[in-house]
């Protein structure tokens, strides 16, 4: 059992990243996207501008489900259930002083890996 889990994770990265192009080819305004992981599996995504501003909405969405959970859908994912988030850039990308500048605009202090 423990073969699978590899794949299967390799999988949600390979349809995160499917969002993410997604969400750039909609933002023309973009340097980035900000992806957060929640506890239960759900993610939240949105382009970032390159002054730390939303460049698209917020997306919602779970690997292999219809819909977000009952737990998202009630609180929108809190903060409270963060368990990772970062920062994916698009190429070029801003210089290591203006990502970190954005990344503290939007993510805050508190960095999770």
């Known amino acids: 059992m423990k073969e699978k889990t590899p794949k299967k994770k390799l999988q949600a990265e390979k349809r995160e990243q499917a969002m993410i192009e997604g969400i750039i080819e909609g933002s023309p305004d ?3 996207v900000v992806v957060v992981r929640l506890e239960c599996g759900c993610r939240k ?11 698209s909405k917020i997306i919602m969405y779970r690997d292999q489900a219809t819909s977000i959970c009952e737990k998202c859908k009630e609180d929108n994912g809190s903060f409270m259930r963060i368990r990772e988030s970062f920062m994916h850039w698009v190429e070029p990308a801003p210089s290591p002083e203006k990502q970190k500048e954005i990344s503290l605009k939007v993510l805050g202090t508190t960095t999770s890996h």
Do not use: C, I, T, Y
């Not at 995504?45 to 460049?55: C, I, L, R, T």
């Open 45 to 55: 995504m949105a382009a970032v501008s390159k002054d730390g501003e939303p460049a």
């Open 30 to 32: 973009a340097v980035g």
